[in-house]
């Protein structure tokens, strides 16, 4: 192939690289668009529906692991998805905060139900069993484990502190580390609502 040629073709493909780059949305967090896991959950809500990915079709779900007697990172994380939801503004309507409880043996309904009101009237609280939380942790690549307290019966729960973050056709688009900040988290969640 002469010189000239293959400089034309190599010019053609950088420059068809760089447009391509271009649409690409840069994310605070971190992008697995295309990922092969967390693709959906079954899991009844505090009011003992039956929820999962398609049930929020047209919304933005942030999902997140954790449990209702956490100390910090638990609050902390729901709190910022409130927060940004308010940033957005009446886009925020279009976010659904989404807790799966790691803890179903202390996470009744109705402690979930309080708590979820502490965020938001929007946000909805998922609970299975422990087989099944067992095998959505394993499917969503979460890790979580009891840890014994000092007093017989007590226990806290070490868990992963990040956020999925899915987009208004359900599929996983996101992974949000833990503090991250509710601004960083908004910026997200507003370019997937463009997509829509």
């Given at each position: 192939m002469p010189m000239q040629r293959r400089l034309v073709l190599a010019t053609f493909a950088a420059a068809a690289l760089a447009a391509c780059g271009e649409n690409k949305p840069q994310f605070n967090a971190i992008d697995l668009t295309g990922a092969d896991y967390a693709k959906d959950f079954s899991l009844p809500d505090t009011d003992g529906k039956v929820r999962s990915l398609s049930d929020f079709r047209g919304k933005v779900p942030v999902v997140f692991f954790g449990y209702t007697q956490c100390p910090d990172v638990c609050p902390t994380t729901l709190a910022e998805i409130a927060q940004a939801k308010q940033i957005l503004g009446a886009d925020g309507a279009k976010v659904q905060g989404i807790f799966i409880t790691v803890d179903p043996e202390r996470d009744t309904p109705q402690?979930?139900?309080a708590y979820m009101a502490n965020f938001g009237p929007d946000f909805i609280a998922l609970r299975g069993t422990p087989e099944q939380i067992a095998t959505l942790a394993k499917d969503f690549k979460v890790y979580y484990k009891k840890v014994e307290g000092k007093r017989p019966g007590t226990?806290?729960?070490?868990h992963s502190a990040a956020?999925?973050?899915y987009d208004t056709q359900g599929?996983?688009?996101l992974y949000t580390r833990y503090g991250s900040g509710p601004q960083a988290l908004a910026g997200d969640l507003k370019?997937?609502?463009a997509q829509a």
């Open positions: 402690v979930l139900k226990y806290t729960m070490d956020s999925f973050v599929r996983l688009r370019q997937l609502l």
